[in-house]
């Protein structure tokens, strides 16, 4: 168990519609980062957050907004959906924004939009 | 072009064995990351490296910057070692980059 939390653990939804999906760092973590895991493009990067800033951009589609609450937990918006948005989503945690620091994974939220 | 390569894709191998999957890579990097995965899709950090070698029990991680390689041994392997093995690079930039994966399976 990495102390990292996601939920939900699955979502089935339909094109064109929005979700939520939550995480909650390790007691501590600082950094919470999202990625995108899906058969035909593998992991991607999506976006870091550091203290409720946004510190690092990567493939994060228009269609989809982050953000770290105060309490440090974040949330990954998915509006629009397209079947191409179905994969396994990521968030990551880590204490500081140093670049060398391990980051632990949460299990993913397993998303299939139909 | 993939930022990241890994070799080889898939790997098989005896109980015992010694196992080494590679990654190179083509930008420049403050820190890289071997990731595990197995089947249920959980993601385990094993090695986070900015230079130099790494080990932990059967594993380890080395680097090699001026190169720009890393390489991860198995030594011992055993059948809970099977999982899909990933290298991802952190660039100086803060952008991720992920190799597409080894997947490794140890026969008892």
């Known amino acids: 168990d990495s102390g990292v939390t996601q939920t939900p653990k699955h979502l089935i939804t339909a094109t064109g519609q929005r979700v939520t999906l939550r995480c909650s760092p390790r007691s501590g973590d600082l950094s919470v980062y999202w990625y995108q895991q899906s058969l035909d493009q593998g992991l991607q990067f999506l976006i870091q957050?550091?203290?409720?800033?946004?510190?690092a951009k990567g493939n994060i589609l228009e269609r989809f907004s982050a953000q770290q609450f105060p309490d440090l937990h974040s949330e990954l918006n998915l509006s629009s959906l397209e079947l191409g948005d179905s994969a396994l989503y990521f968030c990551?945690?880590?204490?500081?924004?140093?670049?060398?620091?391990?980051?632990?994974f949460g299990p993913g939220t397993r998303l299939l939009v139909l | 072009k993939n930022e990241v390569e890994q070799s080889p894709q898939n790997l098989t191998a005896q109980e015992g064995e010694f196992i080494t999957i590679n990654c190179s890579y083509s930008v420049g990097i403050s820190a890289l990351h071997w990731l595990q995965q197995h089947p249920g899709g959980g993601i385990v950090s094993l090695f986070m490296l900015s230079s130099g070698k790494k080990k932990h029990g059967r594993l380890i991680a080395t680097i090699n910057i001026q190169e720009k390689h890393s390489s991860l041994h198995i030594t011992a392997s055993h059948p809970r070692d099977s999982a899909v093995y990933i290298c991802?690079?952190?660039?100086?930039?803060?952008?991720?980059?992920f190799g597409t994966g080894t997947s490794l399976t140890v026969i008892p």
């Open positions: 957050y550091y203290n409720g800033e946004e510190r």
């Open positions: 990551a945690s880590s204490f500081g924004t140093r670049e060398a620091e391990t980051q632990y």
């Open positions: 991802a690079v952190r660039n100086t930039g803060n952008q991720f980059y």
